[in-house]
């Protein structure tokens, strides 16, 4: 185990990490801060919830300039969320060096960033079209960068910013350092390497399997038109602290919200129709806890770091392992526990084991809860929380009426009408959910006639290996489910900026042809 202190860094920042609760680093955060902060270029791996994010973050900040005005690095991130919270991340990171990092995103007013960037950030962490709208319009200045990240590099392909990136690229100084982080590394990613980094360091954290092993994952075999009153008997018995619900698209998303809100659970839903205020507005209450369901379309899947988040369900399996693994990411974090459900329909049973494959990790099947179990789970609650009440004995002013009852009816009658009374009987509102083509098994399983797909780089092609496995780790995070929302501007109106029409419908990538006209009728040119 690795201690900041045995990381070389200065007061300021080994201050800043143990206020944030860090004590130990983990095993990514061990292998790239030395490469880090000796300025090469550098491919980190490791899986979901293991702290690239710091791995990235200290190094950088140790090697700016405080005192500097010019912005000196720049992270990229796929999402709007995404980069609010490794804005907020580097701010705490930082905050004992007085270095600010700002979030520059689509669906702010830019104006209120054009005024923010005045004031001298010394790191941006920005969404690619947005950036893109400061460089046309010359409101921000990339001269001085000197570390540029790219934090779920993959994911910004997919969704077809590689032009993007690529202009942003080529135009910083040629002597920046480059860093590239993500769980999973595509071949793809090579192309950017290639272009774009100079020999770079490849650190990728050694383990059995692509996801972490404090995920507990299970598959439901099921018809589509049973999905919804599965989930909520699931959710029912499952009593999940705070859960994510992914589905396919933006109009499964609306619905599955609906449905639930009717039956009386507290959820909302996350997709990239919905203006930056609504989305501001649903992950402000999701991390409160105002809200305990999240469901969202693959919007939600990369880097949301939430805690309390006990519960993944995958209403529509995902379309390919990639997803996959950064959806169930959500769970299982910083070493905590967490279950990962996958809803599959006979006829799409193929991705089960094309992800298994993959992820090198096999699901368990698990079975449809039945009415009968519901109710017999429901009913032992009932028991429980009556025993509760009886060992409180705060019920005094009962007494008198119990006496009286019990005289006239058998006590075992009245228990168990009180028992009824306690018991929920599970919600059979009627919700309909329109029903989706099922995924191509022959898009899905496209990697190489059924190959292992291997992530880039997994063949000791890394630079230092690791013993660690998986991402478990000591330390402890204290700052529970009440994140801190410093950093994150008020929202505004839409602009009508053009990076909106870009990132604004990212709905994930099934819903490709959907979101690419929200982006500008732009195709990904990596098509998985
Ligand atoms: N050394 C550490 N000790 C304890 N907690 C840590 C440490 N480093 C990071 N964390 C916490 O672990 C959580 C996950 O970190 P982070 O979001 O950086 O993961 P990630 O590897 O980027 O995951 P993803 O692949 O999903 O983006 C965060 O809450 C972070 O604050
Ligand atoms: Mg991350």
Do not use: W
Request: some cysteine; aromatic content about 4%; glycine content about 10%.
């Amino acid at each position: 185990m690795t201690t900041f202190r045995e990381l070389n860094l200065s007061e300021a920042l080994i201050k800043g990490v143990l206020k944030m609760g860090f004590e130990e680093a983990t095993p990514i955060q061990a292998e790239t801060i030395p490469v880090g902060l000796s300025g090469v270029d550098l491919i980190g791996q490791a899986q979901t919830g293991t702290g690239k994010t710091a791995a990235f973050g200290i190094p950088t900040i140790e090697r700016l300039d405080a005192k500097s005005r010019h912005i000196q690095a720049l992270i990229l991130a796929p999402t709007r969320e995404l980069a609010i919270q490794v804005a907020e991340e580097l701010n705490r990171i930082g905050e004992m060096k007085r270095v600010h990092a700002l979030p520059v995103y689509g669906g702010q007013q830019i104006d209120r960033q054009i005024r923010a960037l005045r004031k001298n950030p010394q790191i941006v962490v920005a969404t690619p079209g947005r950036l893109m709208d400061h460089m046309n319009r010359k409101t921000l200045n990339l001269d001085h960068v000197q570390t540029v990240i790219l934090d779920e590099a993959d994911e910004m392909l997919n969704m077809g910013f590689v032009e993007d990136i690529e202009k942003i690229l080529g135009t910083l100084p040629p002597t920046r350092q480059t860093l590239l982080f993500s769980a999973t590394m595509p071949p793809q990613i090579r192309k950017i390497a290639d272009r774009f980094m100079t020999t770079p360091t490849h650190i990728k954290v050694k383990a059995k399997e692509m996801t972490v092993e404090n995920i507990d994952q299970s598959f439901i075999e099921l018809k589509e038109s049973q999905k919804f009153d599965v989930l909520c008997r699931l959710i029912d018995t499952d009593s999940p602290e705070l859960s994510i619900i992914f589905g396919r698209t933006k109009k499964r998303v609306d619905e599955m919200t609906e449905g639930l809100v009717q039956r009386g659970y507290t959820a909302d839903g996350l997709h990239g129709d919905l203006t930056q205020a609504k989305r501001d507005q649903v992950i402000r209450r999701f991390k409160k806890g105002t809200i305990d369901i999240l469901v969202a379309t693959d919007v939600a899947a990369r880097g949301l770091d939430i805690s309390g988040v006990t519960h993944v369900y995958n209403f529509d399996v995902p379309q390919d392992p990639e997803s996959y693994v950064h959806r169930i990411g959500r769970t299982g974090r910083a070493g905590k526990t967490g279950s990962a459900i996958t809803f599959v329909t006979p006829r799409e049973f193929g991705q089960i084991k094309t992800i298994e494959r993959v992820t090198n990790k096999k699901m368990s099947r698990r079975h449809a809860p039945t009415l009968d179990e519901i109710l017999e789970g429901n009913l032992k609650l009932a028991a429980q929380e009556l025993i509760k009440r009886v060992e409180a004995k705060n019920s005094q002013e009962y007494t008198t009426l119990a006496q009286e009852l019990l005289e006239e009816y058998e006590a075992v009658e009245l228990i168990a009408a009180a028992l009824k009374g306690l018991t929920k009987e599970p919600d059979a509102t009627p919700v309909q959910i329109s029903s989706i083509e099922p995924i191509r098994v022959k898009r899905f399983g496209n990697n190489g006639g059924g190959g292992n797909r291997r992530p880039y780089g997994n063949k000791g092609g890394s630079g230092s290996g690791s013993s660690n496995r998986g991402g478990g780790y000591r330390g402890s995070n204290p700052r529970g489910g009440e994140r801190r929302e410093g950093g994150r501007p008020s929202e505004g109106n839409r602009s009508s900026s053009s990076s909106d029409r870009r990132e604004g419908g990212y709905a994930g990538r099934s819903n490709r042809s959907e979101s690419d006209r929200n982006r500008g009728g732009r195709k990904p040119r990596f098509e998985k």
